[in-house]
């Protein structure tokens, strides 16, 4: 078994997961950097950088010399980055270089993160997105956060069509939320005072971070229903029920900022530019429009079910905000 992006808040976990688990003799991680984690038992690690044109042989070369059948493709930044050039070059050039070094492998399984905001925040949207329906990303603008991930998942279905003994599998998570995890969102949900879009109160839709990595585990068993031909599937993997923003910035323990859609553009353009703004203003859509997955093919044919409901992901991120601010006050002043 495999890894990219083991530095990341999803690797790190799912390896600690993978080094408890009898079933798994041995985990190959492919990154730039080591974890900084201390005796993990049946842990390999290999410097290896998606970025470089020469890597596929040499991950094809790791690959099959571990005899590696399962990959996790974690490869992906946490937020939006402002060097956009830089992002494509790791998750969408970096994916076709990964899926190109996989081509004369053992490998049988490719698990890729993936997003429930690439389907977009549009006035048009269903009340709830299938996995069949279009990624149609930002309206109107080049996102790299949200358009490298279109393009690595485009990637990965021509994978799966070229090599029909391989499952591809993605997992489009809903926004991750909880104590440990940090992303542009919970950034974002972390102000005391949280900008919203006056005027507009979207329904809303998150993922405890331990669901997160339950569903990852889930791919290990999956085993599809016959259907002729099919070698790419999708999931959307969400928490349970909804809530409109208002109420979800309530429950972390903050209080909501409306401005005219204007002055909030301009100032997070500022902000963006200056590096304060967690992401760039396109993101300002999905203040306005709800962008909601339906989970139940991944309960269905993944058997994933979510253990915490979006109530509860956002009064567990809230605790571990109240508990991390009255650390920093002062015992004696």
């Not at 979800?248 to 997070?268: C, D, Q, T």
């Not at 997955?293 to 993944?302: F, I, K, M, T, V």
Request: net charge positive; aromatic share 10%; hydrophobic share 45%.
């Amino acid at each position: 078994m495999a890894i990219t992006g083991a530095c990341s808040f999803l690797g790190r976990n799912l390896i600690h997961r993978l080094e408890e688990s009898e079933k798994i003799e041995r985990i190959v991680l492919l990154d730039i950097q080591a974890p900084p984690f201390s005796r993990l038992r049946k842990t390999r690690f290999y410097h290896v950088d998606l970025t470089d044109p020469r890597v596929p042989p040499r991950i094809s070369e790791i690959l099959c010399a571990e005899q590696v059948g399962v990959l996790f493709h974690l490869a992906f930044f946490a937020g939006p980055n402002p060097d956009e050039s830089w992002a494509h070059e790791v998750e969408s050039v970096g994916t076709m270089q990964l899926l190109h070094g996989c081509r004369e492998s053992l490998v049988r399984q490719v698990v890729m993160a993936s997003s429930t905001l690439l389907y977009g925040a549009h006035p048009s949207n269903p009340a709830l997105f299938v996995e069949s329906h279009p990624l149609k990303g930002v309206r109107g603008r080049r996102v790299a956060f949200i358009d490298d991930k279109i393009q690595s998942e485009e990637e990965l279905a021509r994978f799966a069509e070229a090599r029909p003994e391989v499952k591809a599998v993605v997992l489009r998570f809903a926004p991750i939320i909880g104590p440990r995890i940090r992303t542009f969102v919970t950034r974002w949900l972390a102000r005391k005072r949280v900008p919203t879009l006056l005027g507009f109160d979207p329904i809303v839709q998150f993922l405890h971070e331990l669901d997160a990595i339950r569903a990852l585990l889930c791919t290990l068993a999956f085993c599809p229903k016959e259907n002729a031909g099919k070698r790419f599937y999708a999931f959307n993997i969400v928490g349970k029920g909804f809530l409109p923003l208002s109420k979800a910035i309530r429950l972390a323990g903050r209080r909501p900022l409306p401005m005219p859609e204007g002055i909030l553009r301009r100032l997070i353009r500022v902000g963006w530019m200056l590096g304060w703004s967690e992401a760039p203003p396109a993101f300002v859509d999905y203040l306005r429009y709800s962008c909601l997955a339906d989970g139940s093919l991944a309960e269905r044919e993944l058997g994933f079910v979510p253990l915490f409901s979006v109530k509860e992901a956002l009064l567990d991120f809230g605790s571990a905000l109240r508990l991390e601010e009255a650390r920093l006050i002062p015992l004696f002043r």
